[in-house]
């Protein structure tokens, strides 16, 4: 009966095959508070933000660099250069003076702290190829999302249109280099964020939801039907989590994700840049896809306009349902925003396509 | 090898007939034709005689009295109301007819026209209570059905076998309830030739259009002066004539009234007026579904009857049938809109070549040419696709509200109306005496004096012959230009779409588009060049015997020759721009400009190869996240006319003219247009002839 049922969806266009997406309402509803936040540090494709000591340490393409924030809002700061990796880095977890760092060509290395120079390059003898995201669970354990089998970090677009979900979830205790895998067929988890209570949350990206791990590694459903593919988690102060939204989910890309032979020929004949696929980036070029709506009235692109690229971040609640939520829209600059963190100044988020990370000053007190 | 199949599918499959059909206003008696198909492909194997001469003489004759009533009826329902009372009108004249003939002894027109006046009257008496002291229809028409029926039964009690004994013989008297002619019974030859009459009054007279305006929206045909009383009186009037007509038909055939005559006959009629797809709110409706309804209802009464059923079977089925045919109609009414808008659009295949690329090296290599332009109408001006100047330096424009726009020389800051024709005025052109032609999107092609008086030269071509679609009409002139000796080229975008749609053309990606000439000398037009996909600009080149004409979603130019030893001959000379040309004027040094409304993307290259992906696309994903051409960004080239690109200016981050529809040289400067814009550049062209004007390369500066 099943595939009668799939059959019919596919003639109608519903069930698995309708290409509609939850819009933007409620505590989503657009804003323009990432557009109009203050912009701090300039640096291409920013990513991974962490406090490290008394800074915020993050990673722009092969450099970690590191700044502080005692300058007055407003002001911009300069970051000065930690330290400089192999490869692009690809995921960052800091602790104390220690930071996990996750490379495009593959492997974890540790640098600073009690196991300092470590590398990890398999788990159970297979390759760490796509570490996406990593989080120190304590002094010695560290827990390590790989997004997918068969693709490296930069090429997470042919993930998504393969519809991928290879992706896995490991805890590796460093001391003993034992490792134990929590969870598997993940749909690229790009976000963990260890809980008080034992759990994970894993932001799992191509199924658009936030899942919970479990202590016994029972999955549970957290929050489902995301606008957006959810990026990386971030602890909150009250209670709940901050998540970085890096792009939003469109009907044509839902549509072309269930079109093979248009998908096949797409992936084989035209380079990635110009796919139908989100980007981090505002269009930049006319030979990238054009959606109906994004057609300039007046000279002027509507804020609703269906971008293939949006900023977006949301602070979630003790539930971890959104409470708050900050945009940069259509015809804003400050997309693709990966990562956030929360200090006592405000709110930083690194935007890719803006190559800036900006800072929403926390509101005043009453 | 997939490719290829695609290709091969959209050339052999009309597939575009689907949605050009559905668009038809006829296209509603499609379902009460399917069902009366159904009916006959159900009943003819089960009865052997079924398209016998005799049982189809006889089947006809009944026909002919039942869609007699169900004509009456049809009018009725169409106005908004129902008239119940016809069984008892039918009944009654039966009786009278049968009084005055067989009683009475009055010759037979006298009896047909007592039966028609007996109808009248109770017609008369419904349509007084119903039309002008405004009762409620079912109720009224329900007790005259009562009393007149009251009044039948006792008559018949009474006189029933008085006006049973014939007492004269008169063949015409029997001609009428049984004779045929040529096989055809006299009823049904008689209400075919009133139904015609009806269908003529009902969709061509003024009495038929207040009749279904009264029905659609009675209070908007009252407050538009349709008298509606009247209106309605006379509907059941007609009513109530028709099922006299009826009766006499009746009474001659079979010869006696009995208790019984005429019973249900009111339902049978409505049953088949709704079955036919006449709306019982009103307004709806036409000759041809009720007659449709009456073929149903006769067919499926008198097969039941052959099969032997039992006495309610035939009703419980008609009960049945109706349900359905509701049901079905209901939804289809709701649903037909939507389902056209998603069937409409046909895409086929379109495997352009290779675009040229663009990068540094290309003449096509991105600048920032345009960021320097000075900007004339910023905000007051919406729509501007294309601009022309005059001898004194002023400047015209069209406007999405129908205007065209007067620029006043030397600095174009003040403005006015300079005539306001309707439409989205596109082309301009000036002729020879200083008139400003222009093509208005949606009405046709259009002629402003110098005294600002408007003139329509043409809104009319000739009709293809094996179009669905009425191609006659204009839908989206374009762009023109004028001959040496006057005639006037103009492109007409699509047949398919209107302006508002015009970009729903580029996913069909179909050659729907056409040039046509239109000659003032004789006041003709005629297609020229058809099978086009999208012709837009059209520029005449210096020898005066051929012109230029962009194909926006072929990508490519074309030169065709109207005249002179090349006449016909047409040769492309630009055939893979990386981009769609939109219009085409000349430049001073003697080559061509050429706008680009958008850019090539090889995503969108892709799906034009791939209908089948376009088509899901259209009837899944709403019409806002449909991939489009790119029309974000735009340049402006210079070309000659063995096609190498001398000039290419682009406004590289979209500020000002993302979508950039037509430019025109005028003095030493280049205006530029956009048809979604609100605003029109002016670019100094450095090293531009300061004299040159449109005028003085067309007409030697001739006119005003």
């Known amino acids: 009966m099943s595939a009668l049922a799939r059959f019919i969806d596919y003639f109608r266009g519903s069930g698995e095959y309708s290409v509609s997406v939850p819009p933007f309402d409620g505590a989503l509803r657009p804003n323009e508070r990432l557009e109009t936040a203050l912009e701090l540090v300039q640096a291409p494709e920013p990513d991974n933000l962490v406090t490290l000591a008394d800074g915020v340490v993050f990673s722009s393409a092969d450099s970690l660099l590191r700044f502080e924030l005692d300058a007055p809002a407003g002001a911009h700061t300069s970051a000065v250069p930690l330290h400089r990796l192999p490869s692009t880095v690809t995921a960052l977890a800091a602790r104390d003076e220690a930071l996990a760092i996750g490379l495009e060509q593959g492997g974890i290395v540790i640098l600073g702290g009690r196991h300092d120079g470590a590398t990890i390059s398999a788990l159970d003898g297979v390759a760490i190829n796509c570490p996406t995201a990593l989080a120190f669970e304590d002094a010695d354990t560290l827990l390590l999302a790989n997004g997918s089998a068969s693709h490296p970090p930069s090429r997470w677009k042919s993930d998504l249109l393969d519809g991928g979900s290879s992706g896995t979830v490991a805890r590796i205790d460093l001391g003993t280099r034992r490792t134990a895998r929590l969870a598997a067929g993940l749909a690229y988890p790009l976000g963990l964020l260890p809980l008080a209570d034992g759990g994970l949350l894993v932001a799992e990206s191509w199924r658009h939801r936030l899942i919970r791990l479990d202590v016994s590694g029972k999955i549970s459903r957290v929050l489902e039907n995301l606008p957006a593919y959810p990026g990386r988690l971030a602890p909150c102060r009250e209670g709940g989590a901050w998540l970085a939204l890096f792009a939003p989910r469109r009907r044509l890309v839902e549509f072309v994700l269930r079109e093979p032979a248009y998908r096949q020929r797409m992936m084989t004949e035209i380079p990635s840049e110009y796919w139908i696929a989100p980007t981090l980036r505002p269009m930049a070029s006319f030979l990238e896809p054009l959606q109906g709506g994004m057609l300039k009235q007046l000279a002027r692109l509507k804020p609703w306009a269906p971008s293939r690229s949006y900023g977006l971040a949301v602070r979630l609640d003790a539930k971890f349902r959104p409470a708050e939520s900050f945009h940069s829209r259509a015809d804003g600059c400050r997309h693709g925003v990966r990562s956030v963190l929360e200090v006592s100044a405000g709110l930083l988020a690194a935007s890719a396509g803006a190559d800036a990370i900006v800072i929403v000053p926390r509101p005043e007190e009453h | ?704």
């Open chain 2, 1 to 704: 090898m997939s490719e290829s199949f695609s290709r091969w599918r959209a050339r052999l499959l009309p597939g575009h007939i689907i949605g050009e059909i559905l668009s038809k206003s006829w296209i509603d008696n499609a379902i009460p034709f399917l069902l009366l198909l159904l009916s006959i492909a159900f009943f003819s194997p089960r009865i052997s005689d079924f398209f016998a001469a005799y049982s189809l003489e006889d089947n006809s004759r009944q026909l002919g009295e039942l869609l007699l009533i169900v004509l009456g009826e049809t009018i009725v329902v169409l106005a908004g109301g129902i008239d119940l009372s016809v069984g008892a009108t039918f009944a009654m004249s039966t009786f009278a007819c049968l009084g005055m003939f067989n009683a009475l002894g009055w010759s037979v027109p006298s009896v047909m026209l007592g039966a028609a006046a007996i109808g009248g009257a109770i017609g008369l008496v419904n349509g007084l209570l119903i039309g002008y002291l405004r009762l409620r229809a079912f109720l009224t028409s329900l007790v005259t059905l009562i009393i007149v029926r009251a009044i039948f039964d006792a008559l018949t009690l009474k006189y029933q076998i008085a006006v049973s004994m014939p007492n004269q013989k008169s063949d015409l008297w029997d001609f009428l309830g049984n004779g045929s002619w040529f096989g055809v019974p006299f009823s049904l030859a008689l209400a075919a030739a009133i139904g015609l009459l009806c269908h003529i009054t009902l969709t061509r007279l003024r009495l038929g259009w207040h009749i279904q305006a009264v029905g659609g929206a009675r209070r908007s045909a009252y407050n538009a002066g349709i008298p509606v009383g009247r209106t309605v009186c006379s509907t059941y009037v007609l009513s109530g004539v028709l099922a006299a007509l009826s009766g006499a038909l009746y009474a001659s055939r079979l010869g006696a009234a009995g208790s019984d005559t005429g019973v249900g006959l009111e339902v049978a009629a409505l049953t088949a007026a709704v079955l036919g797809g006449v709306s019982l709110g009103g307004g709806r409706g036409s000759v041809v579904k009720g007659a449709l309804g009456a073929l149903i209802v006769t067919i499926v009464q008198t097969s039941l009857l052959r099969l032997g059923l039992g006495s309610g079977a035939s009703e419980m089925i008609l009960g049945i049938l109706l349900l359905v045919a509701v049901a079905i109609d209901v939804k289809w009414l709701k649903n037909r809109l939507k389902v056209l808008a998603k069937v409409y659009v046909a895409p086929g295949y379109l495997a352009l070549p290779a675009a040229e690329v663009v990068d540094e090296r290309s003449p096509y290599a991105l600048n920032d040419r345009l960021n320097a332009v000075e900007l004339i109408g910023l905000g007051e001006i919406e729509g501007p696709e294309d601009v022309i100047l005059d001898t004194a330096g002023n400047l015209y424009c069209g406007s999405r509200h129908g205007d065209v726009i007067r620029f006043f020389a030397p600095d174009h800051k003040k403005w006015d109306v300079y005539a306001h024709i309707g439409g989205h005025p596109l082309g301009h052109a000036f002729d020879r005496d200083g008139n400003l032609i222009v093509c208005v999107s949606g009405m046709g092609l259009y002629k402003v004096t110098p005294a600002q008086e408007i003139v329509k030269l043409s809104d009319e071509t000739n009709r293809s012959w094996l179009s669905i679609i009425d191609d006659s009409r204009m839908r989206l002139a374009d762009d023109l230009d004028i001959a040496p000796d006057g005639r006037i080229f103009f492109s007409e975008a699509t047949v398919r779409f209107d302006v508002s749609e015009w970009m729903v053309d580029s996913l069909e990606a179909r050659p729907n588009g056409r040039i046509i000439c239109y000659d003032p000398r004789t006041a003709t037009t005629r297609t020229v060049i058809s099978k086009l996909l999208f012709p837009n600009g059209i520029c005449m080149t210096l020898d005066g015997q051929s012109f230029l004409f962009a194909e926006s979603w072929g990508c490519r130019i074309t030169r065709y020759w109207f005249d002179g030893p090349n006449k016909g001959r047409s040769q492309v000379i630009m055939p893979n721009l990386p981009g769609y040309p939109d219009n085409i004027n000349r430049s001073s040094d003697g080559h061509f400009w050429c706008a680009f409304v958008g850019m090539r993307a090889p995503t969108f290259d892709l799906a034009l190869r791939m209908p089948g992906f376009r088509k899901r696309m259209v009837e899944r994903v709403p019409h806002d996240d449909w991939i489009y051409p790119n029309m974000n960004s735009g340049c402006v080239i210079k070309f000659d006319l063995e096609g190498t690109v001398r000039d290419c200016l682009w406004d590289r981050n979209g500020v000002n003219h993302p979508m950039i529809t037509s430019m025109r040289e005028h003095q030493g400067h280049l205006y530029l247009g956009g048809s979604l814009n609100n605003r029109i550049g002016r670019l100094k062209l450095p090293g531009a002839d300061p004299e040159w004007t449109g005028m003085r390369s067309y007409w030697q500066g001739g006119g005003a």
